[in-house]
C-alpha cells in the first residue's frame, strides 16, 4: 500500500511540474501597455525600460504601442496606427483623466504612469500583484506546425463578457531617425505591437481556441514574432483579468 501511494504522489508531482505557470490563478502576469512613438523625444528612455522589463521579468507581458498623433511633427513612425492611438484615448476615457501623453504606461487597464517612472513603475506592478480582484488564468502554447493554442479558465465570480484581445507583436526594430525631435538618433523598439483585433468573449467558463497561421496574420499585415492574448473587461476597454504572450520561434 505504501509503495503504491509513493508511485501515485511521483506521478502527481511528475504532471504538476508539466503546468505551464502561466495557468495557475494565483501568479498573474501583469499588463504593460507602453504607448509611446519615435516621434517624441521623452520616448526612447521609456522604450529602454520596457524592452529591460520584458527581458528580465517573466511576470510581465509588456507590450509598446505606437501611437499616431507625433507624426506630423516631421517623422511618421512606421509602427504607429489610428486603431493604436483610439486604444489609448479609450483608457484616457475609462481611467479619467483630461488627456492622454507619451510615453504612457497603462498597468492591467486599471492605472498608469509616466513610462519613464522606473520607481513609479515597479511600484504600479506591486500593487496589481498585490490586488485581490478576479483573475482568469490564460496560457498559450505554439506547436510545430505554428499553430496556437489559447486556454482560458474559469471564473465563477465573474459576471458579463470579457473581450479576448489577439495582439501580434515583433521582439524587436531598430530604426535611424532622420527628422523630427528625434532626429540623428538611432531607437531600438522592444515587442511593437503590429495589429490587434478581437476573437471572441469569454464570459466566466473555461475555453480552448485553437488559432492557425492564417488567423495569427489577420491581426496585424502579417505575421509577427509571437502573439499576445488579453482578456479584458468593460467591452475590451477596461480592467485586465489575465494575459499570456508566446513567441513563434520557439516552437
Known sequence: MTKIMKFSAL?????LAFLPL??????????LELFTSQG??????????????AATRDDVVALSFHV????????????ATEETTTRQRDYGRALGIAYIYTPQLVIDGRR???GSNKGAVK?????SKAAKSKRV???????????????IGESSGYHGAATIWLISVDREHTTSVDAGENRGRTLVNYNVVRGFRSIGRWAGSAMTLNLGPDELASAAKG???????????????????GADIVWLDES
Open 11 to 15: 506521478l502527481i508531482a511528475a504532471a
Open 22 to 31: 502561466s495557468v495557475r490563478a494565483d501568479d498573474p502576469k501583469v499588463v
Open 40 to 53: 517624441c523625444s521623452s520616448c526612447p528612455s521609456a522604450d529602454a525600460y520596457l524592452g529591460e522589463l
Open 68 to 79: 499616431d498623433y507625433w507624426n506630423y511633427i516631421g517623422w511618421e513612425d512606421r509602427f
Open 112 to 114: 498608469h504612469v509616466v
Open 123 to 127: 511600484k504600479a506592478i506591486s500593487v
Open 137 to 151: 488564468p490564460v496560457a498559450l502554447s505554439t506547436s510545430s506546425s505554428g499553430r496556437v493554442t489559447v486556454k
Open 223 to 241: 505575421m509577427g514574432d509571437g502573439c499576445a492574448v488579453l482578456v479584458q473587461a468593460n467591452r475590451g476597454k477596461g480592467r485586465i483579468l
